[in-house]
């Protein structure tokens, strides 16, 4: 099996965290405001919070891409996040559930 391509798109704010804030109901789109522009505008989730090669170093000894590293902190806390909504509330939080949402 080939080894899959690395992506180039990396979010530095996690999109199940951005679909909480979503304003089309679908979890697609949400509200960006630019500061470089002072402008607001609806913008697709996948697009937002991110950068290309965000969490990429070019070196002598070639290119590493690390996003995949960020993938278990961002699951977890997507579980996490959902159940804190659900329950609207903390008190049930286990030490290491702790750690991992200061991981997010």
């Known amino acids: ?20 804030f979503s304003i089309d109901g679908a979890g ?3 509200w960006v405001f630019d500061k470089k ?3 607001a505008f609806a913008s697709a989730i996948q697009d ?6 965000f969490d990429t170093v070019e070196l ?3 290119r590493w891409n690390f996003e995949y590293i960020f993938q278990d902190v961002d699951g ?13 509330a903390i008190g049930w939080l286990k ?10």
């Open 60 to 62: 002598d000894t070639g």
């Open 1 to 20: 099996m080939p080894t899959p391509t690395p992506s180039k798109k990396h979010h530095y704010v996690p999109q199940a965290q951005l679909r909480h």
């Open 37 to 39: 522009t002072d402008r």
């Open 76 to 88: 977890r806390s997507a579980t996490l996040i959902a159940q804190i909504l659900d329950r609207r």
């Open 28 to 30: 697609k789109r949400i």
């Open 48 to 53: 937002t919070g991110s950068e290309n090669n």
């Open 95 to 104: 030490p290491d559930d702790r750690v991992a949402l200061v991981d997010l």
